[in-house]
């Protein structure tokens, strides 16, 4: 299997950083170069499957 790589500087060891864009009403998490900070990605900071998961169960829907 391949080995995920920076595009910037080709490192293979990557970090999580969570993140308030300028003019954002949401935080986010950056997923970005350990050794550059080129950001490879990003995820939205809530779980939203377990948030939905929580919900269900409240509402009693199997």
Do not use: W
């Not at 308030?20 to 950001?39: H, I, M, N, T, W």
């Amino acid at each position: 299997m391949a080995a995920s790589t920076c595009t910037k500087c080709g490192n293979h060891t990557f970090e999580v950083k969570e993140a308030e864009p300028r003019d954002s009403a949401y935080k986010l998490l950056f997923v970005q170069c350990s050794s550059c900070g080129g950001v490879v990605g990003v995820m939205d900071f809530f779980n939203l499957g377990a948030m939905l998961q929580k919900i269900q169960k409240k509402l009693g829907i199997s």
